[in-house]
């Protein structure tokens, strides 16, 4: 009955659009949690604050819910049509990870895992729950157990069918599915992943810095982005594909068969000029329904004043110079930040004589001072 349930559940999985689909047992996490406990100690989860609070139920997904049997896990292709590094030889226009120049993955993902759930639910009697990755859930383990991929020396999951590009979720049921054989790593030597990277966020192997990682800067990280990384962010202003883009599993990845995950206008690695003038309302219209959305307005345009800065378009002083009085001071630091970086040191120093002086935020004064 089981492995009728089974097959089953991985034909209406296919038809739903999803790319993968394997079982394992929510204890199948191996190592993972006794290396979350070495990231979380070492500090290297930043600011994200929800890991540490939520490290026993990661390590332990049966504390979760302890009735779990079996760990369904589902996987969607993102895999861009086009090299997504390509947009870095562009300095005038924002490189937007390629993960989010489409539709919110979430709502998409989560909406697929309900329907395929509630079916296997009513044709099962079993009970059901499902989590995407905002859930404290160790998916990236569970899918190496369940053999959907493995998790490469970047620390994400690599398939030999999709390479680096897969979203994935998870069912969790009380019913007992017979488990899939896990995926064995198959990196080997290669160490593009480690190499690309463009912040040495890879202390090691397997071993993410995330403090150090432009992911997790762009998107995740709530204050100033330490000046360290500012050049080497380049035009990037969400997110980071490098690690994921050179993985040579990539040339067996087709392009994304889910048409809303492509890019839109919005969000094609947009233009500087453009993006320098969002207000807080014109930004929530332009990604609205995009991943983009979460980060807000302030610490978008920190990112893309620093693109700006990076760009060396002096065309773009004017717009940056005009942040230079914005209400958030992450967008204040970086105005000045941009406008050095853009040779505007005459008028920085005109700009500074009238602004330092009634400057209340410690950073943005640093910015100013550091100011030839």
């Not at 993972?32 to 990661?58: K, N, Q």
């Not at 404290?136 to 959907?148: D, F, N, R, S």
């Not at 040579?248 to 453009?274: C, G, H, M, V």
Request: charged share 25%.
């Amino acid at each position: 009955m089981t492995a009728a349930l089974k097959d089953r559940l991985r034909r209406e999985a296919v038809a739903l659009g999803f790319d993968a689909v394997r079982v394992t047992t929510p204890d199948a996490i191996g190592p993972a949690g006794e290396r979350l406990v070495e990231f979380l100690d070492a500090g290297r989860h930043g600011d994200m604050s929800w890991l540490a609070t939520t490290a026993e139920r990661r390590r332990d997904p049966n504390a979760l819910w302890p009735e779990a049997r079996s760990a369904i896990m589902l996987a969607m292709s993102y895999a861009p049509a086009t090299d997504p590094l390509a947009a870095l030889e562009q300095p005038a226009r924002g490189v937007i990870s390629a993960y989010a120049q489409g539709k919110d993955y979430h709502d998409i993902l989560k909406s697929k895992l309900k329907t395929l759930a509630a079916s296997f639910a009513n044709a099962s009697g079993a009970a059901v729950k499902v989590f995407v990755d905002t859930a404290p859930v160790m998916e990236k383990p569970l899918a190496a157990a369940a053999g959907v991929g493995w998790q490469g020396k970047h620390t994400n999951l690599v398939s030999r069918e999709h390479g680096s590009w897969l979203f994935l979720g998870v069912i969790f049921t009380d019913a007992a599915l017979p488990p899939d054989d896990a995926e064995a790593d198959h990196c080997g030597s290669c160490r593009r992943c480690l190499d690309v990277c463009p912040t040495d966020a890879f202390p090691a192997p397997y071993v993410l810095d995330a403090r150090r990682c432009l992911a997790y800067l762009t998107i995740e990280h709530k204050g100033h982005i330490p000046a360290e990384f500012r050049r080497p962010m380049g035009n990037r202003i969400f997110g980071c594909d490098d690690c994921l883009a050179v993985c040579p599993w990539n040339k067996f990845a087709a392009a994304a068969r889910e048409a809303r995950f492509s890019a839109r206008a919005e969000t094609d690695n947009p233009p500087l000029a453009e993006l320098l003038d969002l207000d807080d309302g014109a930004f929530r219209a332009r990604f609205a329904g995009t991943p983009v959305k979460r980060t807000g307005r302030d610490r978008f345009l920190r990112n893309v004043l620093i693109a700006a800065g990076n760009s060396h378009d002096e065309s773009l002083l004017p717009k940056v110079e005009a942040l230079i009085t914005d209400a958030s001071p992450l967008v204040r630091a970086m105005a000045v930040w941009a406008m050095r970086q853009l040779g505007g040191e005459h008028a920085g120093q005109r700009l500074r004589d009238r602004h330092l002086a009634r400057e209340g935020d410690g950073q943005v004064r640093a910015e100013w001072q550091s100011a030839p």
